[in-house]
């Protein structure tokens, strides 16, 4: 069981950065992979980031690539996703997931959820 809470969302001008975190309960954080999801108002949940159990393989939606970094430090149980050059596009309820085998896009695939954390990009 892994339990995940996310944190650091706020409101912030486009062009600036945010960092969010997920903190993560369990001993075995360190063995899932895991992917930062986002959901707008009337739209689907969909993928932004993951980031393999180790760390050492990422991968990244195309609205990210370039903007956005995915971390891991399995020591504290978090995962990093910090986010630059903020548009009012990336406005959305940020959520952080946990996945037991690979890393994957697939909303459907992913085992456990944060609460989300919402992200409001200005103009």
């Known amino acids: 069981q892994v339990q995940l809470v996310e944190s650091g969302g706020g409101l912030v001008q486009a062009g600036g950065s945010l960092r969010l975190s997920c903190a993560a309960s369990?001993?075995?954080?360190?063995?899932?992979?895991m992917g930062w999801f986002r959901q707008a108002p009337g739209k689907e949940r969909e993928f932004v980031a993951g980031i393999s159990w180790s760390g050492g393989r990422t991968y990244y939606a195309d609205s990210a690539k370039g903007r956005f970094t995915i971390s891991r430090d399995n020591a504290k149980n978090t995962v990093y996703l910090q986010m630059s050059s903020l548009k009012p596009d990336d406005t959305a309820v940020y959520y952080c997931?946990?996945?037991?085998?690979?890393?994957?896009?697939?909303?459907?695939?992913?085992?456990?959820w944060g609460q989300g954390t919402q992200v409001t990009g200005s103009s």
């Open positions: 997931a946990a996945e037991q085998e690979k890393l994957t896009t697939r909303v459907l695939e992913y085992d456990y």
């Open positions: 369990g001993r075995t954080f360190s063995s899932y992979a």
